[in-house]
């Protein structure tokens, strides 16, 4: 019913600079928060961002002042973009929502992409 599809992954060197973005389709009413989350082979998943319905964003330490989240409400879309990228930065990254949708509502539910490869490396 309610779809996430990322795109935007790839190999970037060090430093460089990649535009990850999520498009969200089916039948939901209305968004309460949209993000991204990445996992490294071996290690579990973490928050990179979050941007709330009001406009408040969240970010990991680790990624404070290199990447930046935002959101485009014409349409359902949002985007991570990742500057001065680290090899520490490569992980399979997910979008994420949670909705509003038939199958919760009146409360929210939590909604994920496929995931998207990013690769840091020189």
């Known amino acids: 019913q309610v779809q996430l599809v990322e795109s935007g992954g790839g190999l970037v060197q060090p430093g460089g600079s990649l535009r990850l973005s999520c498009a969200a389709s089916?039948?939901?009413?209305?968004?309460?928060?949209l993000g991204w989350y990445r996992q490294a082979p071996g290690r579990q998943r973490e928050l990179v961002a979050t941007?709330?319905?009001?406009?408040?964003?969240n970010y990991a330490e680790s990624v404070k002042g290199r990447f930046t989240i935002s959101r485009d409400n014409s349409e359902n879309t949002w985007y991570l973009q990742m500057g001065s990228l680290k090899p520490g930065d490569t992980a399979v990254y997910f979008c994420?929502?949670?909705?509003?949708?038939?199958?919760?509502?009146?409360?929210?539910?939590?909604?994920w992409g496929q995931g998207t490869q990013v690769t840091v490396s020189s």
């Open positions: 994420y929502a949670n909705l509003y949708s038939t199958n919760s509502y009146p409360r929210s539910s939590d909604y």
């Open positions: 089916g039948s939901f009413f209305s968004i309460n928060k």
């Open positions: 941007i709330a319905r009001g406009g408040r964003v």
